[in-house]
């Protein structure tokens, strides 16, 4: 089955620096590559998705890129905020019934 | 648009007690998930229902766990009887069909300690 991994497990920067969270898949079938936030308490929020027919996107700060050779996919966070700390999940998906396998999740501190 | 609804939101009992949890999705979402979240790791799927049918449940411990969806809209997932392991949060999430990889909504969960 799918195998998902995530690094860093854990993440501080400055705040205004930028953050990278990477991803990588075993399945090469796989085209859904969702990203969720997850703060305390809550549950996970989608914050960004991107498909297999597309290389990159962007919502204003939160950007993925998408290597389908190399099977791994990347968020990036510019001009990070205190807010943006959270625990980021990134996830895997497409093949069957839309069911997603997610990564084991990077936490992220923003140090104002 | 309301999001989706899970109760209750914390819940404690003994080892080899049952407990049910209960999850609205958002309103004409046809497919529900549940999702075991052990601290410190990423949501499990345990199972999937298109409607009130099941599309995936390969991950349900079924010999303990069970789910139904009456009606293909509320949903309840019951343990019976718990085991320590199975302290975690319980997570529905719901999305409008399970043809073209559909956003997952999710709830805010149940957390539950077994003592």
């Known amino acids: 089955g799918e195998n998902v991994e995530q690094h860093p497990s854990t993440l501080s920067v400055q705040e205004g620096d930028s953050a990278v969270i990477k991803c990588t898949y075993s399945?090469?079938?796989?085209?859904?590559f969702p990203w969720y936030k997850q703060e305390l308490g809550k549950g996970p929020q989608l914050i960004i998705d991107i498909r297999s027919n597309v290389g990159e996107k962007k919502d204003q700060r939160i950007a993925v890129t998408l290597n389908k050779t190399a099977k791994h996919f990347s968020l990036h966070i510019t001009e990070t905020q205190p807010e943006d700390s959270a625990v980021y999940f990134c996830a895997v998906g497409g093949t069957s019934y839309d069911k997603v396998i997610f990564g084991p999740g990077t936490s992220l501190s923003v140090i104002p | 648009e309301a999001g989706v609804a899970q109760s209750p939101r914390y819940k404690i009992i003994e080892k080899r007690q049952s407990v049910a949890f209960w999850c609205n999705p958002i309103?004409?979402?046809?497919?529900l998930y549940w999702y075991q979240q052990i601290l410190g790791q990423g949501p499990k799927l345990l199972i999937q229902f298109q409607n009130n049918g099941v599309v995936d449940d390969s991950q349900l411990p079924k010999d303990r766990f069970s789910a139904e969806r009456l009606k293909g809209v509320d949903s309840t997932l019951k343990i019976q009887p718990a085991k320590l392991e199975d302290s975690a949060v319980y997570l529905c999430a719901s999305s409008l069909d399970f043809y073209s990889n559909q956003p997952q909504h999710f709830g805010d969960g149940t957390r539950l300690s077994i003592l």
């Open positions: 399945d090469s079938a796989s085209n859904y």
């Open positions: 309103s004409g979402h046809a497919t």
